[in-house]
DNA sequence: GCAAAAGTGTTCTGGCTACACCCATGG
DNA sequence: CCATGGGTGTAGCCAGAACACTTTTGC
């Protein structure tokens, strides 16, 4: 998955795993996991013909220039594909709100404002740019980079530019969440 | 996994799964799933000779007379099935913070001072009986049962009987949880 | 100057914790 | 009557939401 203009797009691949061979060498085989900033396991089915399915979640950043048959997110998918989306997309919901998975979104410097409609997009709720940025400091999840993003021609305060500040999955804190408004 | 005397109790069964074989009959295979009150798929891992491990989530209620190697869960476990518990365990003390999954691990009926001993068993911190009760009253997830469990020959109040609302997995209060004490 | 966009200051709320206090029972 | 265990009342805390206000730019 992926937030790419405002959307959240998807995009589903086939994992096939041989026999002897590991899931992470039949992931790798399915998916070029190089423009993937995080990946995680969901789940395991069973096929009818006897043979596993396992479903990940694979995040790419909006300025990664991925390969792939990218689509948002509605309900113009197939209901077998749909099941898995929803799942990611549920987990994915979960994680945003209490970890610091944003950066597996987002591109390597943002505005507060980018990193809010990367936020609307994934979620599906409106998200204020304020609280977003005051949440995400105060927990240690991104930080002030140097410099600024001139504003475009309509105008308007430059904005500052932040860095998430880890590229790896954190627990960013294990008891609260980003509420959707009333 | 269970909660008995107090102490977090774990068994574990390897699920050997053949070809052409569904998961969940592969599961039923290795354990009597009739005991468990909950079931839920961890994680998928490749195995060195080629074939796949699944690991599952059971949990038993206390008052159930399951069979089984149940043993305290420390440090006395192997390594490698260590790392399934623990990846067990942490599963569970997160969705018993902001679900009703408490429903799992409590007898049918129970008061409110035998339900702390079942949290403070899984989640592994003191867990304050009054607020425990306050909390899950709010988010509906208990309610009082008819009926109160008379005092021991110490004395005391006779102590209200409560049971779960449901014996489905609901999420109570996605934005909250159970705090540890400071 | 004015609109637009970004950022800050401040208040309010709601869930949870903490703790003092009250209730009912056995011996 | 008193120790013991159960239950209630209430105050306080704190993260987050809401919103008014200030700052900085383009035109």
Redesign the pocket.
């Known amino acids: 998955m992926r937030a790419c203009d405002g959307r959240l797009e998807a995009s589903v691949e086939g994992v096939e795993r041989l026999r002897d061979e590991s899931l992470d060498a039949a992931l790798a085989r399915a998916v070029d996991v190089r423009f993937l900033a995080h990946v995680e396991q969901l789940e395991t089915r069973a096929r009818h013909d006897g043979t596993l399915a396992t479903a990940y979640l694979g995040l790419a950043r909006a300025d990664m220039p991925a390969a792939g048959d990218w689509r948002p997110v509605d309900s113009s998918w197939p209901a077998d594909e749909r099941a898995f989306v929803a799942a990611a997309q549920a987990r994915l919901r979960a994680k945003l ?2 970890t610091n998975l944003g950066f597996a979104l987002a591109p390597e410097l943002f ?4 990193l ?1 409609e990367v936020y609307v997009a994934a979620l599906g709720y ?10 995400l400091v ?2 240690g999840a991104i930080v002030r980079a140097d410099g ?15 860095r998430f500040a880890s590229d790896r999955l954190e627990v ?2 294990e ?8």
Request: hydrophobic fraction near 30%; charged fraction near 25%.
């Open positions: 709100s209490y505005t507060i404002s980018e809010r409106d998200v204020s740019a304020t609280n977003l940025q005051r949440v105060r927990r600024f993003r001139p504003p475009g021609r309509t105008g308007g305060r430059p904005a500052a530019l932040f960013t804190d008891f609260a969440a980003l509420r959707p408004p009333r």
